[in-house]
C-alpha cells in the first residue's frame, strides 16, 4: 500500500495539473498553486469572436501519445479533432506551399540543384531516429554544411535568425532535427499533408476537465495565489503563499521556469542551483490579430525574409474553422 504523501505542486499550467491529478490517483493529498487566476499556463485560451483561442498557438503532433491518452482518459477524446495543416514558406514578396516534398522542389528562392539538395537532406532527417549524433553540433553549422550557403542563407538561415536572434549560431542541431522529425510523424506519407491535433472548443476544454477531475477526488487548487518562498524544516518542506499562508508538505513538485524556482529556494544546494540558473530562456512574443478577411489559405506560413523580423504567421481559422 502506497504511504499518502502530502505534495504540494507549484505552477498550473498543463504539466502541474496533470502532476497534480496523476499523484492524486495514487493517493497522496495535492494542493496547487497558480499564481494567475486562469489555469492553463500558455495553453490558456481567451474568448473572442464567438468561441474561444489559445494565448499562445497550440497544436498536438500524432507522436503526442501521452496527452492524447490522457484526453481519452478524461472523456473528452470526441473533442479531440485531426484536422489537415496547410504549410506555406514566404520569401521575396511571394508565398510558397510547403506541405509535401514536390513543393520542396517547386520553392523557387533557391536553383533546382539546390532545391534538390534541400530535399535529400530534409528525408535524411525526416528517418533519422537517434538524435544525439545531433547534440555535438549546432543548426547552423551542420545545415550550411548539408545544404550548402546559398540554401542555408535562403531557407533556414533567416528562421533561425528571427527565432533566436543573436543566439542563432548556438542552436542545437538536436532542435532542429526534432522540428523535422515531428512533423513526419503527423504525416501518412511523403506525399500526403500532415494533420495536427486541436480540441473543439479550444485547449480549455482539457485544462477545465483536469481542474474539475482534481476537486473530484480532493485535491486543492489554489488559483490566483502564486509561491512567495519555499524552504526545508526539518523533514518538511514549508510553503509560503502570497497570501502569507505557510503550509507543510513531504514533497514539492515544481513546474515552473527553472530559475524562478530557484529565486522562490534561495537554500538549494548549488550544485543543484547551477544547473536550474545555467538554463539560458529565450523569450518569444506572440501577437493576436483578429481580421475580417483571410491573409491566404495556409494556416502555418514559415517567413524566410531576412527583412521580417518574426518567424511566422500562424492563421488560427485556416486550420480550425471558426464555426467549430
Not at 543566439?167 to 504525416?187: C, D, H, P
Given at each position: 500500500m502506497t504511504t499518502q504523501l502530502r505534495i504540494g505542486v507549484i505552477g498550473g499550467g498543463i504539466a502541474g495539473l496533470t502532476a497534480a491529478y496523476r499523484l492524486l490517483q495514487q493517493g497522496h493529498q495535492v494542493t496547487l498553486w497558480e499564481q494567475n487566476r486562469q489555469l492553463g499556463g500558455q495553453a490558456a485560451a481567451f474568448p473572442v469572436a464567438g468561441t474561444a483561442l489559445e494565448y499562445f498557438y497550440h497544436h498536438l503532433f500524432m507522436s503526442d501519445r501521452d496527452i492524447v491518452a490522457l484526453i481519452e482518459e478524461l472523456g473528452i477524446g470526441d473533442r479531440l479533432l485531426w484536422l489537415p495543416s496547410k504549410v506555406g514558406f514566404y520569401a521575396r514578396g511571394r508565398i510558397y506551399p510547403l506541405a509535401s516534398a514536390l513543393d520542396v522542389l517547386r520553392l523557387g528562392v533557391i536553383p533546382f540543384h539546390d532545391r534538390l539538395r534541400l530535399g535529400l537532406v530534409t528525408f535524411y532527417l525526416q528517418h533519422v531516429r537517434d538524435w544525439r549524433k545531433f547534440e555535438e553540433v549546432t543548426a547552423a553549422e551542420w545545415l550550411r554544411r548539408a545544404l550548402g550557403r546559398r540554401a542555408f542563407e535562403r531557407v533556414w538561415g533567416p528562421q533561425l535568425r528571427a527565432k533566436f536572434g543573436p543566439?542563432?549560431?548556438?542552436?542545437?542541431?538536436?532542435?532542429?532535427?526534432?522540428?523535422?522529425?515531428?512533423?513526419?510523424?503527423?504525416?501518412e506519407s511523403l506525399f500526403k499533408p500532415e494533420r495536427l491535433g486541436y480540441i473543439e472548443g479550444s485547449f480549455n476544454v482539457l485544462i477545465d476537465r483536469l481542474a474539475e477531475a482534481i476537486r473530484e477526488i480532493g485535491g486543492e487548487i489554489r488559483a490566483g495565489v502564486g509561491t512567495a518562498a519555499i524552504w526545508r524544516d526539518d523533514d518538511e518542506w514549508v510553503v509560503r503563499d502570497t497570501e502569507g499562508v505557510e503550509t507543510w508538505h513531504d514533497a514539492i513538485v515544481a513546474t515552473i521556469p527553472s530559475p524562478l524556482f530557484a529565486r522562490l529556494f534561495p537554500d538549494l544546494p548549488e550544485d543543484y542551483k547551477a544547473k536550474l540558473t545555467g538554463t539560458v530562456y529565450q523569450a518569444a512574443v506572440t501577437l493576436l490579430l483578429q481580421s475580417r478577411h483571410a491573409l491566404s489559405d495556409i494556416y502555418w506560413l514559415n517567413i524566410g525574409d531576412p527583412e521580417v523580423p518574426f518567424t511566422g504567421i500562424i492563421e488560427h481559422t485556416n486550420f480550425m474553422p471558426p464555426e467549430r
Open positions: 543566439r542563432a549560431g548556438e542552436v542545437s542541431m538536436a532542435w532542429f532535427w526534432n522540428k523535422i522529425y515531428l512533423r513526419t510523424q503527423s504525416r
